[in-house]
């Protein structure tokens, strides 16, 4: 699958986990994971996530945000701005700094689906910046930099994508973040491309 729907996948279940381990009282979890060819099943089981929410009095506004991604990769554009934007305002209302982040990442991947670049730029540097702030120790764990990184290229604005890889690059030394050492290599190469700095060589094994 595309790097889109990989990280899609990754942070849905990541965070289903974790409000599992939150809010449950189960001694087990069970994961299923399968591939199709679209993203119809990833829809039907969010819906199925918002109707068991909604029964159980549960409030996860998060849900709306990986309902927008789904929406967006499945070629729905209108209906992904409509959830994605509402659920920005609604985060908003609620002070929720986290469900802003998720909803504008749903914008930014969107924006990306659309070819609309500036827009993603601009969202996704603001998920950047607002990741930084919260506290995120892996800055790209919602893949929301490789997104930005190819949005940048696209819109040539060398200065600022060589300043986010030399960022990823720091981060990623400083422990193992495996999304930040993916997104700082996409960055280098994407630099490469543009004739601003050599690609990267290869290490021999010790």
Sequence with gaps: PSVAVESTAYFVVAEALTNTAKHASATRLCVRVWREGDVVVATHLLDEADELSTAFGLDYPAAGAYRAHALALAGEPSAAAHRATAGVAAAAERGSAWDALLHNRALGLLALTQGDLTTCAAHLSGVRAQAAHLGVVEPAFLAADLDLVDALAGLGEVGTLRDIVTDLEACATRGQL?????????????????????????RPAP
Excluded: D, E, I, K
């Design 178 to 202: 495996p999304w930040t050492r993916l997104a700082a290599a996409r960055g280098q190469v994407l630099l490469a491309a543009a004739g601003t700095m050599a690609p990267p060589v290869a």
